[in-house]
């Protein structure tokens, strides 16, 4: 960038700046949300109430399955420009 970009961008630096914490928070938050420790702490909970007799067996099964999802590591979204980044057998580019 230029100096006369940098000078006409120069009043939202401040907003930029919290952009960018709240970029980190988010970052920091999501590792945290799918940090083991917390996740099997949150299962435990679950079973808990499940045997408390406050939630059905069908909803300590799909809450048990989003919290164990949190456990997987998230998918890399595909590449830019390319809707199928992985080869299908059979086809050829």
């Not at 949150?42 to 456990?71: K, M, T, V």
Request: glycine letters at 6%; a negative charge.
């Amino acid at each position: 960038m230029g100096i006369f970009t940098e000078l006409c961008l120069l009043p939202l630096a401040p907003v930029r700046g919290v952009v960018w914490v709240a970029d980190r928070m988010a970052d920091a938050a999501e590792e945290e949300l799918r940090a083991p420790a917390a996740v099997h702490m949150r299962i435990r909970a679950l079973n808990d109430i499940l045997e408390a007799g406050e939630i059905s067996l069908h909803e300590f099964e799909q809450e048990e399955e989003r919290l164990l999802d949190l456990l997987e590591p998230p998918v890399p979204p595909a590449p830019a420009g390319r809707a199928d980044a992985t080869p299908v057998p059979g086809r050829h580019r």
